[in-house]
C-alpha cells in the first residue's frame, strides 16, 4: 500500500469581533498617522531652507515625495478599512452566506497584510526624516552657538 504525503494547510479562523476589533485598530493607527503627517509637513516648513540646500536637496525630494504618497496612501486604506467595516454586517446578520462570508474573510486576510506592509513603510519613513531633521537641527545649534 502506497501512502501519499498530505499538506495541511493552516487557515486562521475570524470571528466576526476580532474583524471589527482589528479593523477600529487600523482605523485608529491610520488616523493617528494621518495626524502626524501634517506635523512632518510642519516640521519640513519649519526647516525649508536648511532641507533644500544643495546638499540635502535629493534627499529632502524623495523624503517629501514620500510623504506625499504616504498621505494619500493613508487616505486610501482610512477608506478601505470604513468600507470594511461597513460590510461585517455579512458575517453578523444571522444569514448563512456561505460564499459572502469567505470573500470577507479572505479582504480581510488581504487587509492585515496590506496595512502591516504600509505601517512597517512609514516606519522607515518616519526614521529617514527623523535623521534629516536631528541633524539639521544639530547643525543649526552648534551653527548659532559659534
Known amino acids: 500500500m502506497k501512502t501519499t504525503k498530505t499538506q495541511l494547510k493552516f487557515v486562521e479562523w475570524f470571528s466576526a469581533e ?3 476589533l482589528a479593523s477600529k485598530q487600523w482605523l485608529s493607527e ?3 498617522l494621518k495626524d502626524e503627517q501634517l506635523f512632518f509637513e510642519d516640521l519640513i516648513r519649519k526647516y525649508i531652507f536648511e532641507l533644500i540646500a544643495p546638499d540635502q ?7 517629501v515625495e514620500s ?3 504616504s498621505r494619500k496612501k493613508t487616505d486610501e486604506l482610512i477608506k478601505i478599512v470604513q468600507a470594511h467595516e461597513r460590510g461585517l454586517e455579512v458575517m453578523v446578520d444571522g444569514v448563512d452566506q456561505v460564499i459572502e462570508e469567505e ?3 479572505n479582504e480581510h486576510r488581504r487587509l492585515i497584510i496590506e496595512v502591516n506592509e504600509f505601517l512597517k513603510e512609514y516606519q522607515g519613513l518616519k526614521e529617514t526624516l527623523f535623521d534629516t531633521i536631528k541633524k539639521i537641527a544639530k547643525s543649526e545649534k552648534k551653527r548659532l552657538n559659534e
Open 67 to 69: 510623504l506625499s504618497s
Open 18 to 20: 476580532d474583524m471589527h
Open 57 to 63: 536637496f535629493n534627499k529632502t525630494t524623495k523624503i
Open 30 to 32: 491610520l488616523t493617528f
Open 103 to 105: 470573500v470577507y474573510k
